[in-house]
């Protein structure tokens, strides 16, 4: 099992920035693929981002959030960071960050993901 726990989310103006966290517990950290997913108000589920277990992999993201948002992992601390710039209203949603045991073969799907945080709700105002 691994437990996986969102912070920083909040209420930010357009524009600004604001860093979620997202700590894990449990298994072997560095053996997770980590990835952040968003759901925005009467919308399906969203990829974010994903990093791989291997130190120096590139890091993907969505189309929507690329050149903007950054993610990045600690496996000392067990944490996972989604850096995110020029917020946009449309950024509105819950974020939940998702570990994948082993590669992550690029996949952008939820459903390839094994365990999931409760997510911490993120609010861009005009």
């Known amino acids: 099992q691994v437990q996986l726990v969102e912070s920083g989310g909040g209420l930010v103006q357009a524009g600004t920035s604001l860093t979620l966290s997202c700590a894990a517990s449990?298994?072997?950290?560095?053996?997770?693929?980590m990835s952040w997913f968003r759901r925005a108000p009467g919308k399906e589920r969203e990829f974010v981002s994903a990093?791989?277990?291997?130190?120096?992999?590139?890091?993907y993201y969505s189309d929507s959030v690329k050149g903007r948002f950054f993610i990045s992992r600690d496996n000392a601390q067990s944490r996972v960071y989604l850096q995110m710039n020029s917020l946009k209203p449309e950024d509105t949603a819950v974020y939940y960050c998702?570990?994948?045991?082993?590669?992550?073969?690029?996949?952008?799907?939820?459903?390839?993901?094994?365990?999931w945080g409760q997510g911490t709700q993120v609010t861009v105002s005009l």
């Open positions: 998702a570990a994948k045991y082993g590669v992550l073969y690029g996949t952008r799907r939820g459903a390839d993901f094994d365990y």
């Open positions: 990093i791989s277990r291997f130190s120096g992999s590139v890091p």
């Open positions: 449990g298994r072997t950290f560095s053996m997770y693929g």
